[in-house]
């Protein structure tokens, strides 16, 4: 039992978040029932996205419906709030929220209480100050990016058939991605793949019309499964036809055209931005030790050093690898492998800290990884053997359908599978569905908005 009454907050409801309350209201299952303890989660949506999952969503691949996990239906013994944190003042144990009724209340932001913080905002997208990229780039880390990127790409597909003018279409048909590691190559590789399907319905776009353009920064790609599948991979994109400039970066798109660091032009309606991620801001707005890169400084026991009844993971969390030959020297990738592992062990100390025991040390050998180049493609490095091609994709599939939460998701995303053998892609775009009021609104006499919707996560 707990010692006393214990408030718990978690802040986020991504991979860390959503373990961890899930384990800790199982571990609290009787503590929760008397009222000896409460679970708060603060996140921004009422759902947690598998990410790998993204690509092949945005693909078609996968329903986008199935790529999420609702947190109500996983989390029913919590207290959901909707919402996000926008400062943290642990040493009075108060975060200030706002929700999506702040503005329309008038009240202000709300402050919450609690007794233990757990830290799990995750990652946002890193960006550089690019000429253009702003108003032309879109990311891809939310569902809400992935599906629009598909709309996007179908519609530019639409655009060029349609046009006479050989300038637009050049720029509709050329896709500039923007970042080699695993988000930017698998996103194009899937997208790259979809479109090619697609192209044999069109009778003026075929394949070879379309340019595809992979830019790197560094002399490789998908550093995380090795040299030599790196250069693999290179080879298999171009080999497709993908244009992979490596040692290259993006100096500009402004006015529509993509400007690389090597002197090259290319006209395009698509910039896609996946060079890497940073801290979330909310660390920044706490009073809780970070290191040189932003995030929490972390102890082996997932508790954040020198700030008691403070925990943090994934992203945000810079956690020692006692695993590795030298632990002081290196830190646990923050990829989801990690996640999922550090959120057990860090709602299990939770638990041990309330019930004044001792704690657990989270130690996991990194067991390699796998990475998706379009349908039947892949590579993949696990436990150091290297596999290409069919069963690097296959592995790719079967392990992150073990990792997919809730039993509900592994039957549907492999019944789509399976549904995905027998008949063939579909190819609608429904970019209709980001200006759902523009027809009703042409139809009642108005005229549609030209301003982007207030909602921040909405196409513009």
Not at 157 to 182: C, E, N
Request: hydrophobic share 40%.
């Amino acid at each position: 039992m707990v010692k006393e009454r214990a408030r718990i907050l978690v802040v986020g409801g991504g991979y860390v978040g959503m373990y961890t309350a899930l384990r800790l209201q199982r571990n609290l299952r009787g503590e929760l029932r008397r009222g000896e303890a409460e679970i708060t989660v603060v996140t921004p949506d009422p759902y947690m996205t598998y990410q790998p999952f993204l690509p092949e969503a945005a693909a078609g691949s996968i329903s986008p419906r199935h790529v999420v996990v609702p947190l109500r239906r996983l989390l029913g013994q919590c207290r959901l709030v909707i919402g996000e944190a926008r400062s943290i003042d642990h040493t009075t144990r108060t975060a200030t929220i706002t929700t999506l009724a702040t503005d329309e209340e008038g009240a202000g932001a709300r402050r919450l209480t609690y007794d233990e913080l757990v830290l799990a905002p995750g990652s946002v997208s890193r960006t550089l100050p690019v000429p253009g990229l702003a108003d032309h780039g879109v990311g891809f880390k939310t569902l809400e990016e992935a599906i629009g990127l598909r709309n996007h790409v179908l519609e530019q597909m639409d655009i060029a058939s349609s046009t006479r003018d050989p300038a637009i279409r050049d720029a509709a048909l050329t896709f500039v991605f923007v970042g080699g590691g695993y988000a930017g190559v698998e996103a194009l590789g899937e997208l790259e793949d979809m479109a090619r399907y697609a192209a044999r319905y069109y009778h003026n776009v075929t394949p070879e019309d379309m340019k595809w353009i992979l830019v790197e920064a560094s002399g490789r790609i998908l550093p995380e499964v090795g040299e030599d599948l790196g250069r693999y991979t290179v080879t298999e994109l171009r080999r497709r036809n993908i244009d992979v400039r490596l040692d290259t970066r993006l100096d500009s798109c402004a006015d529509r055209v993509a400007v690389l660091s090597d002197g090259s032009r290319f006209p395009t309606r698509t910039v896609v931005w996946t060079a890497g991620v940073k801290p979330h801001p909310i660390l920044a707005a706490t009073d809780l030790p970070l290191d040189d890169r932003g995030r929490l400084t972390c102890t082996a026991h997932l508790s954040v050093d020198g700030a008691p009844h403070a925990w943090a993971a994934g992203d945000a969390a810079a956690v020692p690898d006692v695993t590795a030959s030298d632990p002081g020297g290196r830190e646990c990738a923050p990829n989801a492998q990690h996640a999922v592992r550090q959120a057990k062990v860090l709602a299990d100390n939770v638990t041990h800290a309330l019930r004044g025991e001792p704690l657990d040390t989270y130690a996991h050998t990194y067991a390699g990884s796998v990475a998706s180049l379009g349908f039947h493609k892949g590579v993949a490095h696990v436990y150091g053997r290297k596999l290409k091609g069919y069963p690097a994709w296959f592995m790719h599939r079967a392990y992150h359908l073990s990792r997919v939460p809730t039993v509900n998701r592994k039957a549907r995303v492999l019944a789509e599978w399976a549904l995905a053998g027998l008949f063939k892609r579909e190819i609608v775009s429904l970019g209709s569905l980001e200006h759902p009021r523009a027809e009703f609104e042409l139809a009642a006499g108005g005229k549609p908005s030209q301003e982007p919707p207030h909602n921040p996560k909405g196409s513009s």
